[in-house]
């Protein structure tokens, strides 16, 4: 809608309203705007609205914030020009919960909008050339190039940017453009578009006079002479059975498609009065109908972990803490079927549900088996759908009001969907790095945010792990959490058999695989089972070496070693995605000893059939996974069986649930545990762990390889023996000794600019100001991290350790304050910063 401003006598005394707007811009402050007479008795907060922004008056979507009468300092405040919406599209509740993520992860409001509202509802501003009415047609001073697109101008009237670089065949007009401007002959202005486009399907159906028998026999008649008419009637009439009475309709594509004709033929049939068409909206997403014969019976273990939830739920509301059950269950133990069983006590009371998963890869397998019990009530998002997608899940949970219920599967962007009434948050895999955001801000982390959003709502939240995180199993042995635990596999099935094997020249001469691993495969696809293999590196090598010299190949905007990938036969930056030609000879030295040292996804993939030349194999990472449905495809395709061997990074550890792998392989174990991360046992545990589940989880017990350089180090032997709580403790111990979470919270500061001059007198200059008022020990470095230039930018890091008793929120305010006079000083005014709170 659009409101235009409207005068008013000015006998009459009326208040003067003002509206705070959030805008997707990296700036502390909302913006304050004069609100329009008329738009007063419509305005809300949560509202969309089109505000002037800038000096050069750029249009940009905001969202109403407050709408207060305290008149601003400034003396000329501009007016809004635009209200977009009936009904705000953000909540209060959400509103409240950016404020929670602006303050807590450090970052700005509009920051926070920009990563929660889909592009699809913010208008896009677009720069757009007319010809200047007062322009006086003299073309002495402007090149034939200029000239051509100023005859153009005056011809089409308004041209895109886009538009005027495919007129004129070159890519880069911002000069010709320039110069058009400043010489007055054209000017720009701002076309506001509306990003999200509904899709609308057109429907064709019988005209009332020939829907009956009598009827449908004249149309027939009618269309003697006009074959190709009336092979669509009769196409329409066999899909439909309109002979046999009835408002039968189709989509116009599907009679298109049968009928083999063009949309130009149902039109002149619609021009003779025989069909009707109708346009609709219709959704993009279209969940599968519930099995109705789908019962969910639980094993007396899953009920009694069920009873338990439901007991710790109530008592800790009873004694008003935080309803937060952390569900620690072996792997296969059937924590989802527990998961489900709360999910439709919710719907049946007509609340919404979040449910919560690191991947998209593990969104996708269980998306079937919760439209099995909710159908139409299961609604999926992640960052895999387009904006217009997205859209229609944002507008489907808006309007889904208390009493329907949905229950909203997805990754960490699902926290900020507008629910209404959500009754319950369930995060699945709660230890997963995934859930964490890491460029750009908001560095938020979805299970602590919906830990949050959970007490806005005033609900439970249940978190789901085999291998719980170190801080959520602190939590809950202090209380701040309850703890359930479900310790044995579903149908007693169990747990996989972990066995080292030595990985060296002798034990494996193909460098890849044991000869150990080798022979239990072979008997694995002898007797038709599957087998699951983890390397955690993508691509085929991560290094090529001279063998002469030792020179490699560094990204030239990286200080990093570029990937070799065979598929593309070129080197690849995973850093920032510069590629580079194969050389033939070393350009140091001029060698042709050039060796593909190291292994990764793909060169499995490439090797594995000289040792099973009959075995089909797929690939699970980032680089084969890149289309939309690519996941869909690999995942069906081995549970199916239509696969024998998959291969993947940590995405096949995260929760799949496969019948036919009776045999894992960990490639590499070392690789996990060699980190430079203080919770790099933590997550080699976690990891190992979680990829080992995925064996023997229907029938008999399981078997994993864990291939490894040192298989009697004591990690490793508490991964072997699955002791979990001797790691745990002695992760509490170090981490208590050296002040590591939970004892502490982390701040990371990140710094970057194009010159490590100006790097090292910035950061150097921070950290002495952090000095000031905190201890010596919270402020670390600066230092470089292990890779110390990315895309032509040096880093330099400074990590703060917030501990108890340092006031929290306070502390951040001054770390806030502190940089933000900073950066403003001119001389590190071009020096980003970057700010990361609990960057792990």
Not at 7 to 14: G, N, W
Not at 91 to 102: I, V
Not at 172 to 177: A, F, N
Not at 640 to 654: E, F
Request: proline share 5%; with cysteine.
């Amino acid at each position: 809608m659009f409101f235009a401003a409207l005068a008013l006598p000015s006998s009459v005394s009326v208040k003067t309203f003002f509206a705070e707007i959030i805008l997707p811009l990296a700036l502390p402050n909302t913006f304050t705007y004069r609100l329009p007479r008329n738009m007063e008795a419509f305005a809300e907060p949560g509202m969309r609205v089109v505000v002037p922004f800038g000096k050069k008056t750029k249009l940009l979507t905001g969202i109403v914030y407050e709408i207060h009468e305290r008149a601003p300092r400034e003396r000329s405040v501009k007016y809004i020009d635009a209200l977009l919406d009936n009904f705000p599209v953000v909540t209060e509740r959400q509103l409240r919960f950016w404020d929670w993520l602006a303050a807590y992860y450090m970052c700005t409001r509009g920051e926070v909008l920009a990563a929660a509202l889909p592009a699809g509802l913010r208008l896009s501003s677009e720069s757009r050339y007319i010809i200047n009415p007062a322009f006086d047609g003299d073309l002495d001073e402007f090149s034939e190039r200029e000239i051509g697109l100023i005859e153009a101008l005056s011809a089409r009237e308004v041209m895109t940017a886009d538009e005027v670089s495919d007129f004129l065949e070159i890519k880069t007009v911002q000069p010709i453009l320039k110069k058009l401007l400043e010489s007055g002959a054209v000017l720009i202005f701002e076309d506001l578009r509306e990003k999200y486009k509904p899709k609308k399907e057109t429907f064709v159906r019988l005209a009332p006079g020939c829907s009956d028998e009598d009827g449908l026999r004249a149309a027939f008649d009618s269309l003697e002479r006009a074959p190709k008419q009336l092979e669509v009637l009769m196409t329409f009439v066999q899909l439909t059975g309109a002979y046999r009475g009835g408002e039968a309709e189709l989509k116009a594509g599907v009679l298109r498609k049968h009928a083999g004709c063009s949309g130009a033929v149902i039109k002149a049939i619609s021009r003779k009065g025989i069909f009707e068409t109708e346009e609709r909206q219709t959704d993009r997403i279209r969940p599968d109908a519930a099995d109705p014969d789908a019962r969910l019976v639980l094993s007396p273990a899953q009920q009694a972990a069920d009873a338990g939830i439901e007991a710790a739920f109530s008592e800790r509301r009873k004694t008003g803490k935080n309803p937060v059950v952390l569900l620690e269950g072996v792997t296969g133990s059937g924590k989802t079927e527990i998961y489900i069983k709360r999910i439709k006590d919710e719907l049946d009371a007509g609340r919404q549900v979040l449910y919560l998963l690191p991947e998209i890869a593990l969104t996708t397998q269980i998306i079937l088996r919760l439209q099995r019990y909710f159908g139409e009530k299961t609604v999926v998002y992640h960052s895999r759908f387009n904006q217009n997608e997205r859209v229609e899940v944002w507008q489907k949970v808006r309007k889904n009001n208390a009493g329907q219920g949905c229950v909203v599967l997805g990754a960490r962007s699902a926290v900020f969907l507008p629910f209404n009434s959500l009754g319950l948050v369930i995060v699945d895999e709660e230890h997963e790095t995934s859930f964490k955001q890491f460029d750009p801000a908001p560095r938020y982390n979805a299970r602590d945010a919906a830990i949050l959003l959970g007490s806005l709502f005033d609900i439970p939240i249940l978190l789901g792990s085999a291998t719980p995180s170190v801080e959520s199993l602190y939590n809950a042995e202090k209380g701040k959490y309850a703890r359930v635990s479900l310790s044995e596999r579903y149908g007693g099935i169990a747990l996989p058999e972990i066995v080292p094997a030595l990985l060296n020249r002798q034990t494996a001469p193909s460098g890849y695989f044991t000869t150990a691993l080798i022979e239990h495969m072979e008997r694995a696809l002898q007797r038709k089972e599957q087998v699951i293999l983890f390397q955690n590196r993508r691509g085929y090598a991560p290094v090529l070496v001279c063998e002469s010299c030792g020179w490699s190949p560094e990204c030239v905007r990286c200080d990093v070693s570029a990937t070799y990938h065979k598929a593309a036969d070129r080197l690849v930056c995973h850093y920032c995605g510069n590629k580079y030609n194969l050389p033939p000879v070393c350009p140091s030295c001029g060698s042709h000893k050039l060796k593909l040292a190291g292994f990764g996804t793909e060169r499995i993939e490439e090797e594995l059939p000289v040792f099973f030349p009959d075995a089909k194999t797929a690939r699970l990472d980032y680089d084969s996974t890149r289309s939309k449905y690519a996941y869909l495809r690999i995942l069906s395709d081995f549970e199916d069986r239509n696969t024998d061997i998959l291969i993947g990074t940590q995405m096949v550890t995260k929760g799949l649930d496969f019948d036919g792998v009776s045999t894992v392989g960990i490639l590499n174990a070392d690789l996990l545990l060699k980190y430079p991360d203080f919770r790099a046992t933590e997550r080699a545990f976690q990891l190992i762990t979680q990829v080992a589940g995925r064996a023997g989880r229907r029938g008999k017990r399981g078997k994993v390889f864990v291939q490894t350089r040192e298989p009697d180090s004591l990690v490793m032997q508490r991964i072997i023996a699955g002791d979990y709580a001797s790691v745990y403790r002695d992760e509490i111990a170090e981490r208590r000794q050296y002040g590591y979470p939970p004892f502490t919270r982390l701040i990371l500061l990140t710094l970057k600019h194009l010159e490590v001059e100006l790097i090292d007198l910035s950061a150097a200059g921070l950290a002495a100001e952090l000095r000031t008022f905190l201890p010596e020990s919270s402020v670390l470095g600066p230092e470089y991290p292990h890779v110390a230039r990315i895309k032509n930018r040096y880093h330099k890091q400074i990590m703060l350790k917030i501990t108890p008793d340092m006031a929290l929120s306070e502390t951040k305010r001054r770390i806030r304050d502190l940089t933000g006079a900073f950066f403003a000083r001119k001389e590190f005014r071009a020096v980003r910063l970057s700010i990361d709170v609990d960057p792990y």
